[in-house]
């Protein structure tokens, strides 16, 4: 490409769009100390049956919310899942996890078969001219949203009661039960906070077509962009997402690199996850892989 | 750490020695890989397996398969593929006074469907059957379903080729396990009648195995001739989806524009996943591209018509997946104009044979709505048995194999007249053209548009 | 009789049986399920590489089929032009594999669980799309071919005479590996296992002794691969995917990564119960019913199906000491994981 400013506003685009995943990924891990491997799969079920009911003829502003639901009520049935292995180590956990992404990839397939479904975008077609190429509605709609929900959560965790709860859980489970929070219902929160941004993240992303595998393999990027945000911090994730879309859509522009554009995302997420995870001395991330 | 001796014992020198070494291998190998895949690359651009006797054909004949294609199943080619054994003049596996097993492998389930052509195939047996069989004889169909899993599809081959005891494969679809299984069924002597649309150039190769289709290349030439002819582009430009057999397409296109002298021409790759297509209208629309023939699937054909709509570009399109109702529906406005081919009969048409094929479709799976698959299923099927009434009483493999191979200017209705010969199983090079006009592809091609005349 | 003789007798029963049934079962059943046994004896070796790195040396690794690939096409160039004799062409293969392994372990020296977890996966998909998804190396959809060695006079082109071959194979992997675990090399690795520090404290060199681990585990799903691509005969990249390694990882995990019999289960579970319930269902409801039974079983015991074998065994010996007369026999060990 030939300006460098189309470039950028695209990274901008990719860049919410890895955030806007990394969201429910952090949370959850925050809050339960589970790393959800299945992430993108609950997504891409959201996305999936937002599809059938739009086929419905069911509008889509009331779909989406319908496909929400659902997406709450996987998250608690996870939740509930996972109980029996809440003193089992965190590897176990996240095997569990993987074992989820494998059910849930199999039950679209079951159900909806594998052709990719054709995912109506929420927002009107068409798009803001900008610096000599249009960006559209739903992009601007991503960056815009995925915004909305990092401010919002960020307030949601500090200034409510669950949300306080779901923090104090996260940075010492034994001590908040002392304090006699209900560490039982605060997981089951997070939980479905996580899956319901899952699943907003998937009816959001998959416009016009969702397939069983993109979005189960974005979460790779999520945790790559969730790792820039130091795993802790929202707004930190949200930058971090961004500085990984401009790191992939960058270098993808660039005339050399172009015949292997696809091949970028995931190299440069292994990268930097293998960079970060590497140079982190002693922070408290390395101090909890150790429980592992 | 501990601390480390200053000197390296002796297993240490063997580790690395060793690690020296399969660091060697691996180069050695990915660049031996390379060089193979493009070797059997190279031959397939150059041509297809074999030329068609249809006169002035013009194409030239493969390069380094080192094999004359028209001297049959007794020389090696550039794959190392040998002289298989032939099926013997007395193998009736699969014939009995009243019955003829035939089978197939179809991926109904896992991470493809093509159970319609399943369909297509039934109800053409069915018909068959419920009108006494052929030459007296019942038609026993036996399918398998791989589930998209190639040691499933493997073991269910080899369950209907030597438990079963099928005669024959006919309208075969089971991609990935079709791939991994063709020096299995070759060494076999199992005839396979008809195959995936999905399928490769290796099928084109085993003697036994009869696709009735053009070659992805072929496929790709009579694109690129109509874009550059018919449609007049001054600067054509095709996006193939990363995968082999669109490749293989979009490499007959360009060949097909060398061929005819189109210089200012631009190929894109497009990744399978998620690809995003707005960098890619701004590139061509700023260096003046008129005409763009899209080898996609259909969400990534989706994906491009709403990126170029939503930059306000309008090129002609030809798009082949463009029949789908989900590309027309989602499209937008810029599907109207587009330019579908269709490589055999459409089967919404009123040709014959399509009647009778909706017919039988409605009589016994009324709910199917993917014809065009479903077709897939019924040609083969129907040539097959057209064929084996020919050989009367006597129902042997090889005679069933040496009649295909003898196939001169045969009809069967659904693609332009072929003659088939050993080494030469490509049908004829022709397509028909459609346009999308009101939420329809309908047939502009009165007659058959071939790539030789 | 003590209470290790017992265990000894009950285990060298059970080893008995399966071997007897992994030489009798190919002459029983139907001749096409010789080909689900070769699978079923290719996937054990994959999962014997998950057991040697994760249950031996606590490693985890979610990049397997990456190092099964590398042996996979390795094997069909050094069999194909080069001319490599089957043998010698089988571990060259392993030994292809070993430096993606080392590769993939350089991230084991810092991290541990969970974000060794990551590392690996990133891995995994970084090759897959940089090296795999390549089609001008591996032949996209057609794959690379292979064909059955022909040794000692003896044409392997039947599935059943490769099995004997593949079995063959495993038995000396397995032979090696419980070598490996009673030697020096096994305390070393069982000591980082059970406890990195202090193993370092110890003396016990852990990047190197996590390095061999990584290569040798490498080095087994390298001959796999080899094996199962002269199987199959031919091979396309979908083979090794990050979702392969997935399901590699978990259905070893759930089998039991503590032991070589739960990487003989994980072969069976993984080839021969689909197979054999395929008839009955429908291919996708099929996988979802296994899906959630694998879920359900590792959340009921972590510690593998093995795991829960070794706790029968426990009960049955100890019913038997009681039996027996025998003061009650102290509450067993749980011998490994």
Same mark, same amino acid.
């Given at each position: ?137 739903? #992009? ?32 010492? #489970? ?46 790779? #990027? ?39 554009a696809q091949v970028i995302p995931p190299v440069v997420s292994f990268l930097l996850i293998v960079g970060i995870l590497m140079l982190r001395s002693e922070t408290s991330l390395i101090a909890r892989g150790n429980e592992a | 750490m501990s601390r480390r001796s200053p000197r390296l014992s002796f297993r240490d020198k063997v580790f690395f020695g060793a690690l020296a070494f399969s660091l060697l291998v691996n180069v050695w190998a990915v660049d031996s890989l390379r060089t193979e895949v493009a070797a059997l690359r190279q031959a397939q651009r150059s041509g297809s397996v074999g030329q068609v006797p249809i006169g002035g ?21 550039? %794959? ?34 093509? %159970? ?33 899993? %190639? ?6 081959? =080899? ?107 631009t190929v894109e790759t497009a990744p399978v996943v998620n690809p995003n297509f707005t960098p890619t209208v701004i590139r061509m629309r700023g260096e003046g591209v008129d005409n763009v023939s899209l080898l996609l699937d259909t969400a990534s054909t989706i994906r491009f018509l709403q990126a170029a709509s939503q930059q306000g570009w309008n090129p002609k399109l030809v798009g082949v997946v463009g029949y789908d109702e989900e590309v027309i529906r989602y499209g937008g406005a810029q599907v109207e104009g587009m330019m579908v081919p269709f490589y055999s009969q459409p089967v919404r048409g009123s040709y014959p044979i399509?009647?009778?094929? =909706? ?6 799976? *009324? ?42 200017? +045969?009809?069967?209705?659904?693609? *332009? ?28 091609? %009165?007659?058959? +548009? +071939?790539?030789? =005349? | 009789?003590?209470? @290790? ?24 059943? !139907? ?53 490599? !004799? ?9 030994? /292809? ?51 059955? !060695? ?39 690795? /069982? ?7 202090? /193993? ?17 585990? @490498?080095?087994? /799903? ?65 996988l979802v019913i296994l899906s959630t039974l694998l879920l359900v079983q590792l959340a009921v015991a972590p510690e593998g199906i093995v795991g829960q074998m070794r706790q029968q065994e426990d009960a049955v010996v100890r019913w038997i000491l009681r039996r027996r007369g025998a003061p009650d026999a102290p509450a067993p060990v749980l011998e490994g994981r």
């Amino acid at each position: 490409m030939r300006s460098i400013g189309p470039v950028l506003i695209l990274g901008l685009a990719t860049g919410s769009i890895y955030a806007l995943t990394a969201l429910g990924v952090v949370i959850v891990y925050k809050a339960t100390g589970v790393l959800n491997f299945a992430h993108g799969a609950m997504g891409m079920v959201a996305a999936f049956l937002f599809s059938s009911l739009t086929r419905q003829a069911i509008p889509t502003l009331l779909a989406a919310p319908v496909a929400l639901v659902f997406s709450a009520a996987l998250g608690v049935a996870v939740a509930y899942g996972l109980r029996p292995l809440r003193r089992a180590p965190r590897l176990t956990r996240a095997i569990f996890m993987l074992g989820l992404l494998a059910l849930l990839q199999n039950l679209a397939t079951a159900i909806w078969g594998i052709r990719p479904r054709i995912v109506p975008s929420l927002f009107p077609s068409g798009g803001v001219k900008i610096i000599g190429f249009v960006l559209g509605y739903d #992009q601007v709609g991503i960056i815009v949203i995925t915004l909305g929900l990092v401010g919002g959560l960020s307030a949601f965790f500090r200034y409510t009661k669950l949300g306080v709860g779901i923090r104090a859980v996260s940075s010492d #489970q034994d001590a908040a039960a002392l304090q006699g929070i209900n560490v039982t219902r605060i997981t089951v929160v997070a939980w479905v906070l996580g899956s319901v941004l899952a699943g907003i993240a998937g009816i959001l992303i998959s416009t016009p077509a969702a397939d069983a595998f993109s979005l189960t393999l974005l979460v790779i #990027q999520a945790f790559a962009a969730a790792l820039l945000g130091r795993l802790v911090s929202l707004p930190a994730t949200f930058v971090g997402g961004i500085v990984l879309g401009l790191l992939t859509t960058v270098p993808a522009s660039l005339e050399i690199l172009r015949p292997h554009a696809q091949v970028i995302p995931p190299v440069v997420s292994f990268l930097l996850i293998v960079g970060i995870l590497m140079l982190r001395s002693e922070t408290s991330l390395i101090a909890r892989g150790n429980e592992a | 750490m501990s601390r480390r001796s200053p000197r390296l014992s002796f297993r240490d020198k063997v580790f690395f020695g060793a690690l020296a070494f399969s660091l060697l291998v691996n180069v050695w190998a990915v660049d031996s890989l390379r060089t193979e895949v493009a070797a059997l690359r190279q031959a397939q651009r150059s041509g297809s397996v074999g030329q068609v006797p249809i006169g002035g054909d013009d194409l030239q004949p493969l390069e380094s398969t080192g094999a004359d294609p028209a001297a049959g199943p007794t020389s090696p080619g550039a %794959t190392g593929v040998r002289a298989a054994d032939v099926p013997a003049a007395t193998d009736r596996t699969g014939v009995s006074k009243g019955t003829i097993k035939i089978g197939a492998v179809i991926t109904q389930s896992g991470l493809a469907d093509q %159970t319609p052509i399943l369909r297509g195939l039934s109800a053409w047996i069915q018909h068959v059957n419920a009108a006494g069989g052929v030459n007296g004889r019942k038609i026993e169909l036996i399918v398998e379903d791989d589930g998209t899993d %190639t040691s499933r599809g493997s073991a269910a081959l =080899r369950k209907l080729v030597e438990n079963d005891k099928i005669f024959a494969l006919v309208s075969e679809c089971a991609p990935l396990t079709d791939a991994q299984n063709v020096e299995y069924l070759r060494k076999k002597g199992v005839p396979v009648i008809g195959s995936c649309v999905l399928g490769g150039e290796q099928f084109f190769k085993n003697p036994y195995q009869f696709p009735l289709r053009l070659t992805m290349g072929s496929m790709g030439r009579l694109v690129g001739k109509y874009v550059a002819q018919d449609m007049a582009a001054v600067k054509p430009a095709v996006i193939q989806l990363d995968h082999e057999l669109l490749i293989e397409m979009g490499d007959g296109v360009v060949a097909q524009w060398k061929k005819m002298g189109v210089k200012d021409y631009t190929v894109e790759t497009a990744p399978v996943v998620n690809p995003n297509f707005t960098p890619t209208v701004i590139r061509m629309r700023g260096e003046g591209v008129d005409n763009v023939s899209l080898l996609l699937d259909t969400a990534s054909t989706i994906r491009f018509l709403q990126a170029a709509s939503q930059q306000g570009w309008n090129p002609k399109l030809v798009g082949v997946v463009g029949y789908d109702e989900e590309v027309i529906r989602y499209g937008g406005a810029q599907v109207e104009g587009m330019m579908v081919p269709f490589y055999s009969q459409p089967v919404r048409g009123s040709y014959p044979i399509m009647k009778q094929f =909706r017919e039988d479709m409605q009589r016994y799976y *009324p709910g199917e709505q993917r014809l065009e698959l479903a077709n897939n299923g019924y040609h083969p099927a129907w040539v097959f048995t057209d064929v084996l009434a020919k050989l009367g009483d006597n129902v042997t493999r090889r005679r069933l194999i040496d009649a295909m191979d003898g196939l001169t200017n +045969y009809d069967d209705h659904v693609i *332009p007249p072929y003659t088939l010969r050993p080494g030469n199983h490509e049908t004829v090079r022709a397509c028909k053209w459609a346009v999308i006009k009101d939420a329809r592809a309908q047939v502009v091609s %009165t007659d058959w +548009y +071939y790539l030789e =005349r | 009789m003590s209470e @290790a003789e017992l265990r000894r007798r009950i285990r060298l029963g059970a080893w008995g049986a399966a071997g007897f049934l992994a030489i009798v079962l190919p002459f029983v059943l !139907p001749a096409y399920w010789s080909f689900v046994l070769v699978s079923a004896v290719t996937t054990s070796i994959v999962a014997l590489s998950i057991v040697v790195l994760t249950g031996l040396v606590g490693q985890i690794s979610l990049c397997q089929a990456t190092f099964v690939g590398f042996g996979a096409y390795a094997s069909a160039r050094l069999t194909g032009d080069a001319n490599v !004799p089957f043998l010698i062409a089988l571990p060259l293969s392993g030994l /292809a594999a070993v430096p993606i392994g080392l590769l993939a372990g350089v991230p084991a020296l810092r991290l541990r669980g969970l974000y060794l977890a990551i590392a690996t996966l990133g891995f995994g998909a970084a090759v897959q799309a940089t090296i795999f998804g390549n089609s001008t190396i591996t032949g996209g959809i057609s794959g690379v071919s292979f064909e059955r !060695p022909k040794m000692f006079g003896l044409d392997f082109a039947g599935d059943r005479s490769f099995y004997f071959l593949a079995l063959a194979v495993l038995v000396l992997l397995i032979v090696f590996t419980v070598n490996v675990r009673r030697g020096k090399t096994g305390r070393a690795f /069982a000591a980082i296992r059970d406890g990195e520090v202090a /193993a370092a404290a110890s003396g016990v060199s852990l990047a190197r002794y996590k390095m061999m681990a990584f290569a040798l585990s @490498a080095f087994f /799903a390298g001959v796999g691969g080899a094996l199962f691509g002269h199987a199959t005969l031919s091979v396309n990249s979908s083979s090794f995917d990050v979702f392969q390694s997935i399901t590699f990882v978990t259905i070893t995990i759930i089998a039991g990564v503590g032991s070589v019999a739960g990487a003989l289960l994980a072969g069976m579970l993984l080839n021969i119960m689909p197979k054999a319930l395929s008839g009955i269902l429908p291919g996708n409801i099929l996988l979802v019913i296994l899906s959630t039974l694998l879920l359900v079983q590792l959340a009921v015991a972590p510690e593998g199906i093995v795991g829960q074998m070794r706790q029968q065994e426990d009960a049955v010996v100890r019913w038997i000491l009681r039996r027996r007369g025998a003061p009650d026999a102290p509450a067993p060990v749980l011998e490994g994981r």
